[in-house]
């Protein structure tokens, strides 16, 4: 077994600490991978105070993570001793069901997360505030040297998380797209909507946002507390993406949707929506969801970022200030990612 440090939470809802702990031996596919950066995602918020329930203690979360290869098994054929790479959200999959054919591996019933897992063999995944970790070639991936690595840490899940649905739904030059909310996810979105051309609206309870929104590429700011502004976007979108984690109404901005409009949930809310059927039904409207990225998608993404130069805005910070970071993203009180130096643990 290899020995690795990272912080954890050792119960719910208790701060991170130091913690010792145990990954496998790299099996003969496997890449050992020197962790450099690691995003805080929300979900890592989530998952320590196991606000989603079911949660496995003590946990190590993290998976956004970027790093090195500095072993390999003798299988491994992707990689060199040296290179770059990344891990997101997956650890590994069935490789066989037909989520696993379809490129959808993010779906696999039988799929290990990177932290927050059971094994086979009963062992719990840990994440990225660690040092180092052990995985399948076939789920890490590739990043390119002219990118600023610690800001290439988050697009492993707020990244994908984004650009996934714009990809799905062809989100492209002459679309209009309303982007709710500008933070982790909202500002990725933005990065990627106006590189594919679309034309961004940003509607947002905060005016103080205004500017960050339009210096990102947004060419229209909205606040959604103001009616009069609301009323002025009514039926003006092909497509909205709501990036808000927190419980609201969103009968309002289905409004600003046109005919055929699709409204995408990626923000995750934790209690169910409250939708008007007459909201849907006048405008032919769709409400849709997407969830990160299979591992072709995630290599796509990546290689876009390097062809248009898109990395995460970050805050870097000390392993031993985890504690007040989540505090500090639970506030909002962050432009736009935490992303942990691993070489401070």
């Known amino acids: 077994m290899i020995q690795v440090k990272g912080y954890a939470a050792k119960k719910a809802n208790q701060n991170l600490e130091l913690w010792n702990f145990e990954r496998n031996n790299i099996g003969d596919n496997d890449v050992l991978i020197q962790i450099l950066y690691c995003g805080v995602c929300h979900s890592d918020l989530h998952a320590v105070t196991n ?5 496995t203690f003590p946990l190590v979360p993290g998976h956004e993570i970027v790093g090195k290869v500095v072993e390999m098994g003798k299988n491994v054929k992707k990689f060199n001793i040296g290179d770059l790479a990344a891990v997101g959200t997956q650890l590994d999959s069935c490789r066989k069901c037909e989520e696993c054919e379809n490129n959808h591996e993010q779906f696999c019933i039988q799929g290990i997360q990177t932290y927050g897992s059971v094994t086979k063999n ?7 505030y660690s040092n180092s970790i ?22 492993l899940c707020a990244g994908i998380t984004t650009y996934s649905p714009l990809k799905k739904w062809k989100v492209g030059k002459g679309d209009k797209l ?3 909310g500008l933070g982790g996810l909202g500002h990725m979105a933005i990065k990627f909507a106006v590189a594919l051309g679309a034309e961004v609206t940003v509607i947002s309870t905060s005016k103080n946002k205004e500017l960050a929104a339009k210096e990102l590429g947004a060419k229209n ?7 009069n502004q609301m009323k002025s976007v009514f ?15 969103i009968n309002t901005y289905l409004e600003t949707l046109r005919t ?10 934790p209690e169910p929506w409250q939708i008007s059927s007459f909201s849907l039904v006048v405008g032919n409207k769709s409400i849709t969801g997407s969830g990160v990225g299979g591992l072709k998608e995630v290599q796509e993404m990546l290689d876009f970022c390097t062809e248009y130069n898109i990395v995460s805005d970050i805050e870097l910070i000390d392993i031993k200030n985890i ?3 989540f505090v500090r993203m639970e506030k909002g009180d962050v432009r736009y990612r935490f992303v942990i130096d691993m070489s401070t643990l």
Request: net charge negative.
């Open 134 to 155: 052990v995985i399948n070639e076939d789920f890490s991936f590739h990043i390119s040297k002219k990118l600023y690595l610690p800001a290439v840490a988050p697009l």
């Open 178 to 180: 309303a982007v709710i």
């Open 235 to 249: 039926h003006s979108f092909d497509f909205i993406l709501d990036t808000i984690s927190q419980n609201h109404d």
């Open 260 to 269: 055929n409009g699709v409204y995408i949930n990626v923000g995750l809310p």
């Open 221 to 227: 700011f909205i606040i959604s507390k103001d009616e």
């Open 323 to 325: 504690n007040e970071a």
């Open 51 to 55: 606000h989603w329930g079911e949660g």
């Open 122 to 128: 009963g062992n719990i995944t840990q994440g990225g």
